[in-house]
């Protein structure tokens, strides 16, 4: 679709240095949407493994402390959960990459005490909260990843509009204005060089 | 056998024949085996139909994994039953009663703890088959006065608060009122050959687990002398001793002991799989063969204790059953996880 300008050689220009412009914004935005889908693919496959695992390892997980609630019975571990054995510092902290602030969680687990005691519980209990101890870093590195994921997901998203209003829209109507400008200044100069010719026949007629 | 000890004995008649009864209610180990294969459905009517009280849910409730949770209240439910039975049949409170107070023991912990945790949550903590209820426990808990205990466990919760005060550390509740109020069912049940064994035994077993566990996530020496409990046939001595040394020095320690066999079997599995859970399973057999003796006893508190022993064992391992199938084991591993059965 055309710009709303006025046909002149000023307008024109100003046209011209947008297109160049454009172009460049293009291709930087192409440039950056390319190395974004690279490295989103690169962490998807590792995010999709480590997905995999953290669910497999919640399950074997979940099925130790089942059993040791079976064990002992349901009262008795609830008990022995309500302390808590050891106490966790989650820092956040971003690293840039493209201009995406993307999320960087560091895990500091203290000190693991047992605060329950071992004469009604089974050792399955044991089992499942050793299990989940290991599992916790796996999953906040997994909810980390998945973080960026999303951050760079959105930012491939918006990228892509981007490029794709410059590609499709933006240069496309400016380089359809700017030929209608020029068309238009050719038109004026044509028909400014009848009007000469014609003041020239009519000062030789006389 | 003295004219005295007649008289008492008749006396049981009326509870041992109940008893009888209701042991023929019984799942035995093919009958578990063959609960594997039934639908949770069918289960759930099985279990009504030997006594367990009914649960108002949908099929599909059941069989999801919601269900679960309905399943162990029907259990708990009739555990709870069992318990209020053999405690209106029983004509030796002292014996039933320290069967109870190990239970008021183990909410009395869920109390403190409760009241020393930052953030509250009112879980599902507490037993109901205790000798005291939730709400008595409770107002003794806010009044701070425990003297409707007996003497030997009034002055067990305060010595729990006052250590955990001190070093801000909750195990120190469950040294306290296990070893407090293990040894108290030790002392009230001495009398009694029979109970007085089945005490023997769960000490051994109990410490025998503590031992393991403690010596696998590698703790302190202190830590096992705090959580032993007193009056099992090992000597603690025998535990302390080798808690630093290899476990086969151990286990040459106690051969002459009928627990030789389990401790081996158990260690050798640990050593393949890393896992307790063989030791526990033989340990909980071991004591199952001996409480069947009370299934041929007829004029005495035995076949009571017998079957509170064997429900309790029935729960187990019908929670078991129930969570394998409920978070789809296979069926071989189940199976190796179901204990012995009284009938």
Partial sequence: MRLNVNPNRMELLKLK???????????????????LMRYFLSQLTEVKKMRKEVENDLIKAHQNILMARAIS????????????????????????LMNLRLVNYRVKIGEQKLTYSLVNTSSKLDYALDFYAKLLPKMIKLAEL??????????????????????????????????????????????????????KEIVRKH | MGSNEEEMNTEYAYASGKIKVLEKRFFNKQELAGLLERSLTDIVGELESRGYPKIDQEKSVIENGEGLVFLEEMIDKHLDEAYNLVRELSLNP???????????????????????????????????????????????????????????????????????????????????????????????????????EIGKIRVDLINLSVFFRLKE????????????????????????RNFSKQINDFINDIRFSPYKKIVREGYDSWEKEHSFALLEKLGDDFLMNYIKKAKYEFLSIHPLIGYLLAKENEAKNLRILLCGKYSNLKEEIIKAELRETYV
């Fill in chain 1, 17 to 35: 240095k947008r297109i160049v412009l454009a172009h460049r914004g293009h291709k930087l935005l192409k440039d950056k949407q390319d190395e």
């Fill in chain 1, 73 to 96: 019975s349901p009262q008795i571990v609830e008990e022995a959960l309500l302390y808590p054995s050891t106490k966790i510092e989650i820092e956040s902290s971003f690293t840039p």
């Fill in chain 1, 146 to 199: 998945e973080k960026n994921l999303e951050i760079i997901a959105k930012e491939i998203t918006l990228t892509r509009r981007r490029v794709n209003a410059l590609e499709y829209i933006l240069i496309p109507d400016l380089k359809e204005t700017i030929r209608y400008i020029i068309m238009k200044l050719m038109e004026i100069e044509r028909g400014n060089l009848v009007r000469l010719m014609k003041v």
């Fill in chain 2, 94 to 196: 002292v014996i039933t009663n320290a069967f109870l107070f190990l239970n008021d023991g183990h909410n009395l912990k869920g109390l403190i703890k409760l009241k020393y945790v930052k953030e509250k949550k009112k879980e599902n903590i507490f037993l109901k088959r205790g000798f005291f209820t939730e709400e008595e426990l409770k107002k003794m808990m806010e009044r701070n006065i425990f003297s409707a205990f007996p003497p030997g466990l009034r002055e067990l919760p305060q010595k729990a608060i006052t250590a955990y005060k001190h070093h801000k550390n909750p195990q120190r509740i469950d040294f306290i009122l296990d070893v407090g109020f293990w040894e108290y069912f030790k002392n009230q049940t001495g009398e009694n050959e029979f109970v007085n």
């Fill in chain 2, 217 to 240: 996530k590698k703790e302190k020496k202190t830590i096992l002398k705090q959580s032993l409990l007193s009056g099992g046939t090992i000597v603690k001595d025998k535990f302390l």
